[in-house]
């Protein structure tokens, strides 16, 4: 079986989320399947030239002009380079992204035919690759891709890479396309309704958010189409690399632990607190909260800033890390002021502080207004970090709450500061329970959330659609 997996990033050669960490974990884990996959994606500014071969080079022709693209290979990878389109310093926002993706798109394409990769399965990814699916149901029948079957997976619906409708003849697309059985969404024309209505079958990133989409509340418009589709549409819960964050061999960790070994766990939070400088207000170590993620809308930061006080004024410790909407950071800071020593903010990314939060805090906070998966809670599990978290898309199907035999976290699901401040006093007197608080930590860790289940799953989706 051979698959064209096409996303505008993949980790670790680049990131701005979980597309990334989806795009570099799943045809991974498919390889080791024996599925025979080959990753597209741009040659970013921050990809190194080191150990690329060059394959030639393709040219587009638009409207606007042609786009000549040189195809680098590596290692089951195709990097596609154009620095007119892709050396930039964001992947996403910049003026020209209708051009810069629907380049991408096909050059994706061309790029497979150009060393003779013929797949069985196009599988794309999120609205930039949406333009993919359109070309391969309209475009290539007398091509050597004419047989291939298309999957386009949707990692968050809210981006619907929408453009003004002049982008039509810009990029050479027919007219008659632009309608409401077509690419068009609201007057203008949609890369991600493409994908939605040209591909063979979608996908997305876990069984709740499949259904949740199909909801006027969550369906961002596409709602009645995505229920016109729902035959084709399921929900494969995505997986976490059980390498990389694995806190039995984690370097970045101050100790290494396992469910047997969960002092270890307690010297990594020590050592958070020793490098943060966050010190108790009374005797004896409180809980400790941490957050790691954006700082946006979606992710529930105006729950937190309402909620955490409650906690710091009980004496608990939190740390938050992230970057994001300055509203959302200069209310961070004002709460950090307002509790020196007690609760840590830190702007900016950084991995290694991202394993050690995970490890160090006791509770990890996710209170998403939507989620379609989540990566941090399966994190958290892994590292025995109780997650709690607001009960929607994929942090629903991953997080068992406390009022069931087999918990693994707490759940909530008013989206409201109370809700999440009753949740986080839930936590605090889990926390107090030792012998219970232990039971639910290692049930956590025993937890699989590796990305062979998915792989699996997508496995038997490419051979449902090749019979």
């Known amino acids: 079986m051979k698959v064209l997996f096409i996303s505008s990033e993949v980790a670790p050669f680049s990131k701005t989320g979980g597309l990334a960490d989806v795009a570099g974990a799943l045809p991974k884990a498919l390889r080791q399947r024996g599925v025979d996959v080959l990753t597209v994606t741009p040659f970013w500014p921050q990809v190194s030239r080191a150990g690329l071969q060059d394959a030639g080079s393709v040219t587009l022709q638009f409207p606007f002009g042609a786009v000549p693209m040189g195809v680098l290979l590596k290692d089951g990878f195709i990097f596609l380079e154009q620095p007119q389109l892709f050396e930039r310093e964001a992947i996403y926002g910049e003026a020209d992204d209708a051009r810069r993706f629907a380049a991408f798109s096909m050059g994706a394409l061309a790029a497979a035919q150009r060393i003779g990769f013929q797949p069985d399965v196009v599988h794309a990814n999120d609205w930039p690759t949406g333009l993919c699916m359109l070309a391969l149901a309209r475009g290539f029948s007398t091509s050597s891709l004419k047989t291939a079957k298309t999957v386009f997976t949707i990692h968050n619906l809210a981006y619907t890479g929408s453009f003004e409708k002049n982008a039509m003849a810009d990029l050479g697309l027919p007219w008659e396309l632009f309608s409401p059985d077509g690419v068009e969404f609201h007057d203008h024309l949609s890369f991600l309704k493409a994908g939605l209505v040209y591909a063979d079958a979608l996908t997305t990133v876990s069984p709740t958010y499949a259904r949740e989409i199909q909801t006027r509340e969550l369906g961002y418009g596409l709602d009645g189409l995505l229920r016109k589709r729902s035959a084709s549409l399921r929900g494969i819960l995505n997986g976490i690399d059980i390498d990389e964050w694995n806190p039995d061999t984690d370097k970045a960790i101050a100790a290494r632990y396992t469910p047997s070994t969960l002092e270890g766990k307690e010297a990594c939070t020590r050592a958070l607190l020793d490098k943060l400088k966050l010190k108790a207000p009374r005797q004896g170590r409180p809980p400790v909260f941490g957050t790691v993620g954006r700082l946006a809308g979606q992710k529930g930061v105006e729950l937190l800033t309402g909620a955490l006080p409650g906690v710091l004024d009980q004496g608990a410790l939190a740390v938050v890390v992230g970057t994001g909407e300055d509203r959302f950071v200069e209310a961070l800071k004002a709460?950090?002021?307002?509790?020196?020593?007690?609760?840590?903010?830190?702007?900016?990314?950084?991995?290694?502080?991202?394993?050690?939060?995970?490890?160090?805090?006791?509770?990890?906070?996710?209170?998403?207004?939507?989620?379609?998966?989540?990566?941090?809670?399966?994190?958290?599990?892994?590292?025995?970090?109780?997650?709690?978290?607001?009960?929607?898309?994929?942090?629903?199907?991953?997080?068992?709450?406390?009022?069931?035999?087999?918990?693994?976290?707490?759940?909530?699901?008013?989206?409201?500061?109370?809700?999440?401040?009753?949740?986080?006093?839930?936590?605090?007197?889990?926390?107090?329970?030792?012998?219970?608080?232990?039971?639910?930590?290692?049930?956590?860790?025993?937890?699989?959330?590796?990305?062979?289940?998915?792989?699996?799953?997508?496995?038997?989706?490419?051979?449902?659609?090749?019979?």
């Open 335 to 467: 709460l950090a002021h307002r509790y020196p020593g007690r609760l840590h903010v830190h702007i900016g990314f950084s991995e290694a502080l991202a394993h050690q939060v995970e490890a160090g805090s006791d509770f990890f906070v996710m209170p998403s207004q939507y989620e379609p998966c989540g990566l941090n809670q399966m994190y958290s599990l892994r590292y025995g970090t109780v997650p709690v978290v607001r009960a929607t898309g994929g942090l629903d199907d991953t997080v068992v709450d406390l009022a069931e035999p087999e918990a693994t976290g707490i759940k909530f699901r008013e989206y409201s500061p109370h809700a999440l401040h009753v949740a986080l006093g839930r936590a605090m007197q889990l926390f107090d329970d030792r012998a219970r608080f232990d039971e639910v930590r290692r049930r956590g860790m025993a937890q699989d959330f590796s990305w062979g289940q998915a792989a699996a799953r997508y496995e038997r989706l490419y051979a449902q659609l090749m019979r």
